[in-house]
């Protein structure tokens, strides 16, 4: 193959100190505070039941597919479906985990038999193939991970405590919530047995410092940054480090709560149902979204009053320094 994919269509500083662990468990809600409801689309339970099993048929169904091939250790369900979240636009999530990822050709295969339209061998993010189911209209996002680069990814932050600009866990966060389909030999059982950890400590140290700073403290921070883009009324600017900002500062909340976090989908209400959030955090980031787009000349005011609610959660009576 060429390289390109197979198509078919036939339609700064950190915080004083670190805030010791909340006193809600994580997994509780605090009183007032609900988790997004799945399948929040459809109002008939028996409706709600009857697609959830309909779409687990479909993720087996493809995981014997896969089963098959020789290089496949283990294939699981992620994303919405595993974690109950799901609505109507939810697609499936099938990560296909491998000593070497399957040939092109045998993907193919796989994807003709079940699609009405096809993309194989997309490399634009994770090496994948996606396609729409031929009966339901489903779509099925698959992605290939090997075995190696998985487990470098989970010991990056379980073993060396290294943090990224925003989404430092969310691969983390994958790993724990994917429902096994097929495991060949039992590989993925362990991964999912280290991964099932308590939250290190050191990594919530890590994280919290590495991206508090480009939030306030480092010298080209983020609310410097808007403030260039601002006075250029430089629209496209102000999206990209507004985002770039909203990154780490739900990395630092979730490090906070020592919770793997989720990914980018739904995660507003996600981190609402966090045990500690800071006073407001909604309608703060409605009111920095809002200026990006709107008024760029209060996009610092509305940046500099969401840090200003997390700094507050940080150092707040209730913690204690484990610095």
Not at 273 to 279: G, K, Q, S
Request: include cysteine; hydrophobic fraction near 40%.
């Amino acid at each position: 193959m060429s390289g390109k994919p197979a198509f078919r269509r036939s339609h700064g500083s950190p915080p004083r100190g670190r805030p010791a662990l909340c006193t809600v468990q994580p997994g509780e809600l605090p009183p007032g505070r609900t988790p997004p409801a799945p399948y929040s689309d459809l109002t008939d339970v028996d409706e709600a039941n009857q697609a959830a099993r309909s779409l687990r048929q479909i993720a087996h169904q493809i995981a014997a597919a896969y089963s098959s091939q020789p290089e496949v250790l283990a294939v699981v369900l992620s994303g919405s479906q595993a974690t109950r979240v799901a609505d109507a636009e939810s697609d499936l999530d099938i990560y296909v985990y491998c000593d070497a990822v399957p040939s092109v050709a045998s993907r193919v295969a796989i994807a003709q038999g079940r699609a009405s339209m096809y993309e194989v061998d997309n490399r634009f993010w994770e090496t994948g193939d996606e396609w729409l189911e031929a009966q339901t209209g489903v779509q099925v996002d698959v992605t290939f991970r090997t075995q190696l680069w998985i487990e470098e990814k989970l010991a990056k932050v379980l073993e060396r405590f290294e943090p990224s600009l925003g989404y430092s866990t969310s691969i983390w966060h994958n790993v724990l919530v994917s429902k096994p389909l097929y495991d060949r030999v039992g590989w993925f059982e362990k991964l999912q047995r280290w991964a099932r950890q308590p939250y290190p400590e050191q990594l919530a140290d890590a994280i919290i410092r590495h991206n508090y700073a480009v939030l306030r403290g480092a010298f080209d921070a983020y609310p410097r940054q808007l403030a260039r883009a601002a006075s250029r009324r430089d629209l496209v600017s102000l999206n990209h480090r507004t985002t770039a900002l909203l990154a780490s500062y739900f990395d630092v909340l979730f490090a906070l709560n020592r919770s793997p976090h989720p990914g980018e989908k739904r995660l507003l209400p996600l981190a609402q149902a966090l045990p500690c959030v800071p006073a407001g955090m909604a309608d703060q980031i409605q009111a920095l979204l809002h200026a990006s787009v709107n008024a760029p000349h209060r996009v610092v005011i509305e940046a500099e009053q969401l840090i200003d609610s997390l700094e507050r959660l940080v150092n707040s009576p209730d913690s204690h320094s484990l610095l």
